[in-house]
């Protein structure tokens, strides 16, 4: 059983820039692919980012294309989210998940995904 574990959040200004970390207790993290989800106040949770076990294949949502970037460092069976140019509209709690695959399978909702955190919340100022 993996366990993720989410860090890096907090309240930033509109313009500003947060880098989130997803730490995973079990070192098979490094065979699995892997995402960042979000979840806004009376919202649905809506896909962000993912990667293949290698960080090889990326995918975005457009809503945050050329502003973060994901990256893994298997090593430290660590995943991590860099953000830029945060908006208002970022603001969310932040959910590290992955799944029992290599690839990615492409879940926009996060349904399938095999291991969750509890989230950290990132706020986003005007």
């Known amino acids: 059983q993996v366990q993720l574990v989410e860090s890096g959040g907090g309240l930033v200004q509109a313009g500003g820039s947060l880098r989130l970390s997803c730490a995973a207790s079990?070192?098979?993290?490094?065979?699995?692919?892997m995402g960042w989800f979000r979840q806004a106040p009376g919202k649905e949770r809506e896909f962000v980012a993912a990667c293949s076990w290698s960080g090889g294949s990326i995918y975005y949502a457009d809503s945050v294309k050329g502003r973060f970037t994901i990256s893994r460092d298997n090593a430290k069976n660590t995943a991590y989210l860099q953000m830029n140019s945060l908006k208002p509209e970022d603001t969310a709690v932040y959910y590290c998940a992955a799944e029992r695959r290599p690839y990615y399978s492409g879940t926009q909702t996060g349904d399938g995904m095999d291991y969750w955190g509890k989230g950290t919340l990132v706020t986003v100022s005007s």
């Open positions: 079990e070192r098979t993290f490094s065979r699995y692919a």
